[in-house]
């Protein structure tokens, strides 16, 4: 079933990042250097990782991710940044990743498929009914670990925090909450499932 491409608001821009020098038409407002920081200092990838980020948008962050391990795999809900991900790609000649058009909540992920799942300032743009579905489905396919960013102190949801660790116990992961480097974006967390080496 093709994607469900959700209207853009009439706020929100073509694109989503604003590093796009390259790209035409780009009117991306977020800047890579509020998200790759807290990447670079928490995450390890090992060099036979098969990762896949859900939400990627122009993909910057997959493409750096890209040289420390095996394959990765980016999706996005939105085809104008699926094109402008590949163009990129395509532009730097890298060659172990790959994009498609698609959604978290229709996409289907077998059990335990990537050793490493990004799921990185997506789940706050899901509707309500689609949130801890998506949730379930991402810890399932993660093999090691689960990546997240997402606001996880929330006025409107004071049970979030709750719910996550619920599924954490549940599912056997470890949670680590990290410090926030930047003030934007939600908060940077590591899910570790127990045993997995
Ligand atoms: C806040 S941006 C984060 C981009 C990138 N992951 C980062 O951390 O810099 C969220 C991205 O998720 C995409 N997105 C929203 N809903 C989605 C869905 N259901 N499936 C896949 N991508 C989705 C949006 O189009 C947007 O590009």
Redesign the pocket.
């Known amino acids: 079933m093709p994607p469900t491409t959700a209207p853009l608001s009439a706020t929100e821009p073509n694109y989503?990042y604003s590093n796009l020098d390259q790209i035409e038409g780009a009117d991306g407002v977020?800047d890579l250097g509020y998200?790759l920081p807290e990447v670079q200092k928490y995450t390890s990838f090992k060099p036979d990782d098969e990762v896949i980020?859900?939400?990627?948008?122009e993909g910057l962050?997959t493409m750096e991710i890209a040289p420390q391990v095996k394959h990765i795999r980016g999706?996005?809900?939105?085809p104008q940044?699926v094109e402008a991900a590949k163009q990129i790609a395509n532009d730097r000649g890298i060659k172990n990743i790959s994009f498609e058009a698609?959604?978290?909540?229709t996409l289907e992920l077998e059990i335990q498929s990537y050793d490493v799942v990004l799921f990185?300032?997506?789940f706050q743009?899901?509707k309500r009914e689609d949130k801890w579905m998506s949730m379930v489905k991402v810890f399932s396919a993660a093999r090691r670990s689960v990546i997240l960013?997402m606001p996880l102190f929330h006025a409107k949801n004071p049970y979030r925090t709750t719910k996550l660790a619920e599924l954490c116990q549940q599912m056997n992961f470890t949670l680590t909450i990290y410090p926030r480097l930047e003030a934007h974006g939600g908060s940077f967390m590591i899910a570790n499932r127990m045993g997995a080496d």
Do not use: K, N, P
């Not at 999706?75 to 939105?78: G, H, K, M, N």
């Open positions: 989503y977020w998200r980020d859900l939400g990627c948008a962050i999706v996005e809900l939105r940044r698609g959604s978290v909540t990185l300032g997506v743009h899901l960013r």
